[in-house]
């Protein structure tokens, strides 16, 4: 991993980690594969940290850029998926 994380430096220590997180999880299933429920999971933790749309899209953007792996179609997968699942995009 060469890159950094999109960070606000006026997140709360927690909502940093959820949103880190949320993009270790983007990673697994790029590298290997993650269940469902824990992408889903993820999301919404991400999601009540950034509520806003335009806002998701730019972080997304934005870690696409640095990392090549884009968040948008592990979080589409995971909600098209069957319940217990596992999201893989490798």
Known sequence: MNYHYPIDPDWSTE??????HFFHIVEQAYENEVARDDVLDAYHAFKRVIPAKNEEKS?????EKQSGYVPYQVVKRAKESDEGSLVSLS
């Open 59 to 63: 972080l997304f953007k934005d870690f």
């Open 15 to 20: 909502e940093v980690m959820d949103v880190i």
